[in-house]
């Protein structure tokens, strides 16, 4: 199967360097390989679920399979189901009811079958269909009311950051790759292409032992080599209106998809940001959507014990060497929790667009630290210390009102904040935010910085390989 990047640049709808672009986002962004072109504006989703469709040889769900989603078929799939699977019932189609389950990975046969079983029909009237990580995630919460973290929300500001570029050796053209889009499925034949072979048996017990419990579930299938997944049209037979309709009448910005639930009164997705926090809800029906949602608090938590080194110089050699972007930034955390017992709580932060986005933290207390996004627009240390690539230090008294805020956030209301830069080829993409005693020293930060950088460096160095 060719990869989702071989496969873009292959049938011409992005070059080598933009695939390398988007490789070196997801280093620093997370997420799936789709996800961060559709950011990067060089993809739209409609196009990259086709290609998703190509790459696994599945149907495609399109923006007008969702807009034509059946609501009381979606209300019969439990909300733990479809967040375990990230999967979102569309429709039933044809004279059979077959039932288009669209999904961010291809589903195994044992989950296709208990979501047959949910939704009270044959496994063999499931279809399996794909979409982008945004747009399954956005329906996720429009439906199901499943909580997005901020990752998956739209950052204000450009959104298009010069990620630096590193010399790589020139990669040998690869054959051409054959690329077969499926037919829209309308006979029960042809949806039996998309079906997922069965499981072989397992073997009968040997002697007297017999098996009495059946075998567990396996974890949701995630292909995090690339991304989401499928390609062909979902349309019920005879209906010309999801055929034939143009682009103009689809969504102007798929990026939109990304956004906030859909306004009731037009039947559009709004667009939603990420909520930093500077911002106060603008209107009562968010005010609402957050008291429903505030229940599922999204935790950074707190980093493992990774204990990677017995020496801050160990520890940080740890670091650089790294081939993981969650290890690179675990091992920052915990670093910092053992070499600067000074340091009450850190988080860090990750800059995109026009703002630093919370990934991973601690405090030491023991309590997981909320959600947190700085808006780098603002006067404040974060985006000083972005702009002069150095680290800043201020006491809780000297701290501008975004500072007081953000030093808050990580549990503190005296002492200092400190903000640390992390440089990539001169490019501060990511801050250490901390908060400590008021004078105490943190002479590790920088160096766990530095060693960060290197290590970040590296990875999308090998990325764009």
Known sequence: MPRLGELLVATGLLTTEQVEQALRAQVLWGGRLGTNLVELHLLELDPLAKALGRQHRLPAALARHFEKADPVLQARLSPELAERFSCIPLLAMGPEQHVVIAALAPLAPRQLAVIADELAVEVRQVVPAIAGELRIRYQLERVYRIRRAARFLRARGKS???????????????????????????????????????????????????????????????????????????????????????????????????????????????????????????TESERQLLGRIAIRKIAVGSAPRLMAGATLGEATRAIRRSTDRDRVADLVIDTL????????AAILLVIRGGTAIGWKGFQ?????????????????????????NVTLRRSAGELAAIDRLLLTSLGRDAGDLVVVPIAIAEQVMCVIAIATAQSAPIACAEPIAAAAGAAFARLMRDASR
Request: hydrophobic share 30%.
């Open 160 to 282: 298009i950051p010069p990620f630096p570029a590193f010399p790589v050796l020139p990669v040998q053209p690869e054959p051409e790759v054959e690329v077969v889009v499926p037919t829209l499925p309308t006979t029960t034949r042809e949806i039996e292409r998309f079906r997922p072979e069965p499981e072989p048996e397992p073997e009968p017990p040997v002697g007297d032992r017999a098996a009495t419990q059946p075998e567990p579930l396996p974890p949701e299938v995630h292909d995090d080599s690339d991304d989401d997944l499928l390609p062909v049209e979902v349309v019920a037979p005879g209906s010309d209106d999801l055929a034939d309709r143009s682009q103009d009448a689809e969504l102007e910005d798929d990026l939109d998809l990304a956004g906030e639930p859909e306004d009731e009164l037009s039947g559009r997705e709004r667009r939603t940001y990420v909520r930093t926090i500077a911002d106060e809800p603008s």
């Open 364 to 388: 030491r207390t023991g309590s997981g630290l909320g959600e947190i996004a700085v808006p780098i627009d603002d006067a404040g240390l974060v985006p000083r210390a972005v702009e002069l």
């Open 337 to 344: 929790d053992r070499f600067a017992p000074a340091c009450e």
